[in-house]
């Protein structure tokens, strides 16, 4: 059942419910609508913005057999950790698409949420605009969830028990008593116990995090093989957890949208300089000294995918260890670089050079493994095809030859694939 109450065109959007769909909702119970349907609801997508003035709640504790929801829940601090509990009685939820909305609220206080026990969760996407909350994911509470994305404001703890992400991080652990206690319902809470009170996550195996404060135990996230953070993400504690993710084969930095007085975090640096052996596959956003220097230190690398924004990107010297151990490289460069030629195991490049110069087509001739060349031109079709024939000539090893720009989801598809 798919249910949306749309926002009228004007500039309050906080607008209020109507009394009989509000009615309706609390008799959908299961089994059955309303006692008339012989088969229990699998599946219900609520977006209604309610009026603040009200702070009524989404009744779901009542569908017990939803296995798919959706619903967008606003309210002040006090009214979404009661409505947050509703959700602990969907045992059989395995999909979860959740955007909560705190309220103007007299109150200063940090307020903390947390997500209930939901262990059929597979999958959850959460939008977070509780400005005046920390709301906690305690990954051992969602023990079948494979599928996280993180996008929104305010902050989001993922970090298990919060003693231990304190401790790593030098933090002070706020009001961690009320409402919050231990991870998993036990006896964690403010405990010195090292996160001993939270299970590692062991199916969690894709991650996508945004937003403007995130706290994250990596180490938690023993199956992790893929996550893509928003570089825009104002702090990340705990990012040099990230060293014991040791199922981690792709990471993936990325702009989204820029915050108006956004300040260059420094995260994503110790983030780099902290990933784990297992790590395969990087893109990156943008080049910078420091940046080349924290990469090209990467001898576990396979493929790098490199995007940047207007100026020229500074590439790792040729005495860096990367270039040996590089197998696959997409870098939309007006120029292929010259350390090229010390990247002798690779065999994908994917690259931007309108025309192909003989200077360029000779270093495509010294990297012996090279096997596929992709590569943006706006020459002719004439010109392209002599072109080809110019690559394929001076390289006879090549497999395959594209013109075309291989963005950079494209280039990691493609580069797995052929590097297994």
């Known amino acids: 059942m798919e249910f949306s109450y749309p926002t009228p065109q004007h500039t309050d959007w906080r607008t209020r419910i109507n009394p009989l769909v509000y009615d309706l909702l609390h008799s959908l119970q299961d089994p059955g609508l309303d006692g008339r349907c012989s ?108 599928h996280l994305e993180v996008s929104g404001y305010g902050t989001v703890d993922l970090a298990g028990d919060q003693g231990h992400i304190a401790h790593q991080a030098g933090l002070v652990a706020g009001s961690s008593g009320g409402s919050g206690g231990g991870c998993s319902g036990g006896s964690g809470g403010n405990g010195s116990s090292g996160g001993g009170s939270c299970r590692s996550a062991g199916k969690l195996v894709w991650a996508k995090l945004a937003g403007t404060h995130l706290i994250a135990d ?27 993710a040791s199922a981690l084969t792709q990471l993936r930095l990325f702009d989204s949208y820029a915050l ?3 300040e260059r975090a420094t995260w994503p640096m110790e983030l780099l300089r902290s990933l784990p052996p297992s790590l395969r596959a990087l893109s990156v956003p943008s080049w910078s000294s420091e940046l080349a220097e924290a990469v090209g ?44 030629r ?14 192909l110069s003989a200077d360029v087509i000779s270093l495509l001739a010294t990297l012996p493994a090279l096997r596929h060349v992709r590569y943006e031109a706006s020459a002719s079709c004439s010109q392209g095809e002599a072109t080809r024939q110019a690559v394929q000539r001076a390289v006879p090893w090549l497999q395959s030859i594209c013109i075309g720009d291989l963005g950079a989801e494209a280039f990691f598809s493609e580069a797995l694939a052929l590097l297994g």
């Open 39 to 146: 088969e229990p609801l699998l599946e219900l997508h609520i977006r209604i913005m309610p009026d603040y003035s009200r702070t009524p709640t989404m009744p779901v504790a009542g569908f017990i057999n939803l296995r798919r929801l959706t619903v967008w829940q606003s309210g002040v601090p006090s009214t979404l950790q009661p409505w947050l509990q509703q959700l602990g009685s969907l045992q059989h939820l395995q999909d979860l698409d959740l955007t909560l909305q705190d309220a103007d609220s007299p109150s200063q206080l940090k307020h903390q949420l947390q997500l209930p026990a939901l262990p059929a969760l597979a999958r959850l996407h959460l939008f977070s605009l509780v400005f005046k909350c920390t709301l906690r994911i305690c990954l051992a509470s969602v023990p079948q969830l494979s």
């Open 218 to 244: 990596f180490a938690l996230m023993r199956a992790l093989a893929h996550l893509e953070v928003t570089v825009q993400v104002r702090e990340l504690d705990g990012a040099a957890s990230i060293a014991a």
């Open 260 to 262: 108006p007085d956004y």
């Open 297 to 340: 230190g990467l001898t576990q690398l396979h493929a790098l995918s490199v995007a940047y924004h207007g100026e020229e990107p500074k590439i790792p010297p040729p005495e860096a260890p990367l270039w040996p151990s590089l197998r696959a490289l997409h870098i939309p460069a007006n120029a292929v670089p010259q350390e090229l």
């Open 342 to 355: 010390h990247a002798s195991r690779l065999q994908l490049l994917s690259f931007r050079d309108s025309q």
